[in-house]
């Protein structure tokens, strides 16, 4: 099967007036946006903090207006303080989740292990700390074997070895096996 390919309907020069047009629109859109913000600013200023008039006012008049203005400014610096701080413990708390959804999907690293050899001391002192002071040799804890009783062992049952065979062939050899194999004698 041959694969045609449908050529566009629209004109290169059509779509590329098409974008530009939808470009500027995008440019309006955020304009007028940007206006509302600040205009609804305003609004909320004038209604929150009216304008001062201070002319023709004594200076008690004055003193009371300040006194005023300082509760104002106290009762909104308590606001903006909480504010803050629930601000800085939602961030925290999704730093905190961030982790968690990292940790969850596995993306860190492992670092890759190396064989390490520990000697049993350095073990022991690694869990006691300092109260570990016994060395601990695990050789010193083996039993002794004397080399020369194994040796002389070795010499006798060599030496006999021609007269085992002998007394172990025939009948009485076997039977003699046979009882050594069923056990002590009932």
Partial sequence: MLSVQRK???SASRKLMLKSMMVAKAKEDLEQEVEAKEEEKHKYLAERAPPLITSGMSLAQLQGLCQEL???IDVVDEERYDIEAKVMLNTREI?????????????????????????ADAILRSL??????????LRANLKSVKKEDTEKKKTAEDSDWRKNVEAMSGMEGRKKMFDAAKGPAQ
Avoid: A, E, Q, T
């Fill in 8 to 10: 566009s309907k629209i």
């Fill in 70 to 72: 300082h509760v104002k």
């Fill in 95 to 119: 730093k905190d989740l961030n982790i968690k959804v990292l940790d969850l999907r596995g993306k860190f690293k492992r670092p890759s292990l190396r064989r390490v050899r520990v000697s």
């Fill in 128 to 137: 006691l700390g300092s109260k570990h002071k016994v060395s601990m040799d």
